[in-house]
């Protein structure tokens, strides 16, 4: 029996997905996927035409009751493994990889508990494919990476970088004003990035740049400590 698949679909460049990846998605019958982005960068795969006929999406609601989502993972998890219990070769995809700040474990957990074979595919997270991008290193010698999914002050922020530590803020939306109030203060590099592998890619290490904008759900910041 084959194992269920959970695939990270990377940055949001297809092109960017490994061959494994693109592999399991070629061969699975059924590919569950959450609507909106993970659906778009399947649809950006033209070497996959026969692709989408073989997604079924589903809507996790994230702003709303925090059951509301247990209960679309527990459906997932449910039919994954009713799938794979008829021999079906089923995969789930999640944009970035799957390891970092991902529902995916949630659901994995389960299907491991019943007893399921889950293989999990990683993927290019969008901080590295963006620091890439910009021909910048993420984190030199010396250095040390702090990733924060949540602030609770700019303390959070200030002190790994006063230690020397490049900072890497995930769910910019919720944080934007107290990270650009910090930047006008502060001589930090920075590279700000957006939308990564869609046309409406937009990336910067220029303050003024970066201030006017209003910050998406899909973006990303990473803020190097001041120079010396």
Known sequence: MSSIKIISLGSGAPDNISLKAF???KESNIIFAPSGEAVRVLERLKALEDLLPKVEQFDIPMKKDPRLA???YDKITQWLYDLYKKEQLVSLVTIGDAGIYSSAFKIIAE???LGAE?????GV?????????????????GQNLTLLSQIGSISDI????ANGSVVVIMKLSLYQDSIKELLRHGNYPFIYMEWLGDE???L???LESFLPRTCPYFSIIVIKPQSV
């Open 200 to 202: 409406k890619q937009f």
């Open 125 to 141: 997270p969008s901080f590295v494919a963006g620091m890439a991008q910009a021909m910048e290193p993420l984190v030199e010698q």
């Open 70 to 72: 247990a209960e679309v």
């Open 118 to 122: 889950v293989e999990v595919l990683p």
């Open 23 to 25: 592999s399991a998605l």
């Open 158 to 161: 200030v002190t790994p970088l």
């Open 204 to 206: 910067t290490s220029d």
């Open 111 to 113: 299907l491991t508990k």
